[in-house]
């Protein structure tokens, strides 16, 4: 029962996050997730790290396009969601997700699986190339040098994975 709840939490709390208008109630929302996600030892600086140069950019075309607060509150949101999906994976464990969407038809409760179980599998990933890239000697204020061989990896990782279910699909038929 407590793997439900959990995604309940998950789904109540995105909702509320995205509803919340506002940097300031956004704001503190990302410092009770941060001092939560601290708290429970999880590493954030590693999440937040790869999504500092699209939330520049989200905030940056909204200063463009619209209001400055507007940008501010879309790059918060961007971030405490990501925060959730950060606290939801590192507590639950690959069975209780697949657990959990059981009540689900096969196909969609499958992908969600993969999905959530992917998420901590690539954060892992990055890590490893951007070790090899700092050992190489290369400096990386540049996330291109991580980028490219993470989006290498993971479309290589999803191909294997399409083959492996087309295979099972297949068998039994």
């Known amino acids: 029962m407590k793997q439900y709840l959990k995604l309940i939490a998950l789904i109540f709390s995105s909702a509320l996050i995205l509803r919340l208008e506002g940097p300031s109630l956004q704001a503190a929302v990302f410092g009770l997730l941060v001092l939560v996600l601290l708290a429970l030892g999880q590493k954030i600086w590693s999440r937040l790290k790869f999504l500092i140069p699209p939330l520049i950019l989200i905030a940056g075309l909204q200063v463009l396009f619209n209001r400055s607060l507007a940008?501010?509150?879309?790059?918060?949101?961007?971030?405490?969601m990501s925060l959730i999906v950060l606290l939801y994976t590192g507590t639950t464990s690959p069975g209780e997700i697949s657990r959990v969407f059981r009540f689900l038809p096969v196909g969609l409760a499958?992908?969600?699986?993969?999905?959530?179980n992917l998420i901590p599998i690539i954060l892992q990933e990055a890590q490893k190339i951007r070790l090899v890239q700092i050992s190489r000697g290369k400096r990386l204020p540049n996330p291109l040098?991580?980028?490219?061989?993470?989006?290498?990896r993971t479309l290589q990782r999803s191909q294997q994975l399409a083959i492996i279910l087309e295979t099972r699909?297949?068998?039994k038929t």
Do not use: D, E, Q, R
Not at 110 to 116: D, G, K, M, Q, V
């Open 71 to 80: 940008g501010l509150t879309a790059g918060f949101k961007i971030t405490n």
């Open 110 to 116: 499958l992908t969600l699986t993969i999905a959530l």
């Open 145 to 152: 040098p991580i980028i490219v061989p993470l989006l290498h």
């Open 169 to 171: 699909k297949k068998a």
